[in-house]
């Protein structure tokens, strides 16, 4: 028997695939915090020190639109430029030697955050989903399929706002390796098709405006270009 909802159930996010016109069905959004030294000593930490730690998104706060609307409730809203990782398998206790396997590709996203919010949240010892979990808060370029592109390990990551280059920094610096987030997350959870992980970001954060053109992008993967409006 088919299954009947009391209302019609909202469409389920998805992203484009490049060079394709099938899409890339969302289930969950990962992302991981502080994965890049540089950054994790610019908001005042010792990467050396740390392990691994997450936090999420909604599945439809990944935007592909080349729109960012500034969000409510906040004066001081930052991009950070980062890997996605999206996934086309999932698993329990996966190992980091078999992890890219699970891998569909890789797309250029932004992890929008209301830093004000955030260092609220941090100062009260309160969750940060309004900080990070926020409409539109996960623009994103086009998935590019591991088939075509490999599993990027090293090249550029870096973002430029209104031409000017704001973070730079490269995938090899990134303290847990693809691999290593997989394998971690999915002893915290368990990972699903469809599940994309942010993997952090380098240093060189900052504030957006209204009217701000960004540009941000990974070596191997490609461009993400997004209006702040
Ligand atoms: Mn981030």
Not at 40 to 47: L, N, T
Not at 85 to 92: D, I, S, T
Not at 119 to 131: F, S
Not at 188 to 214: C, E, S, Y
Request: hydrophobic share 40%; glycine share 10%; with cysteine.
């Amino acid at each position: 028997m088919t299954t009947r909802y009391a209302f019609m159930p909202i469409a389920l996010p998805a992203l484009p695939i490049a060079g394709s016109d099938v899409l890339f069905p969302v289930h969950r959004v990962y992302c991981v915090g502080r994965n890049y030294a540089d950054h994790a000593r610019e908001m005042g930490h010792d990467p050396d020190r740390e392990p691994p730690f997450f936090f999420q998104k909604n599945p439809d706060n990944l935007r592909c639109d080349g729109q960012f609307p500034y969000p409510p409730l906040s004066n001081d809203v930052q991009f950070e430029i980062e890997l996605a990782v999206c996934l086309a398998k999932g698993g329990e206790g996966i190992d980091a030697a078999n992890a890219l396997d699970t891998v569909f590709g890789y797309a250029v996203a932004l992890d929008m955050t209301r830093r004000d919010l955030q260092a609220e949240a941090k100062r009260l010892g309160r969750p940060w989903d309004t900080a990070k979990a926020f409409e539109y808060s996960a623009p994103c370029s086009p998935v590019r399929p591991a088939s075509e592109i490999g599993h990027p390990a090293a090249g550029a990551i870096w973002l430029e706002q209104n031409g000017v280059r704001r973070q730079s920094g490269d995938l090899a610096q990134m303290i847990w390796s693809v691999p290593e987030q997989i394998a971690h997350l999915s002893r915290l959870f368990v990972l699903r098709p469809g599940d994309v992980i942010l993997a952090g970001t380098p240093a060189g954060v900052g504030r957006v405006t209204p009217g701000d053109k960004i540009h941000g992008h990974v070596e191997g993967v490609g461009d993400l270009l997004v209006a702040v409006a």
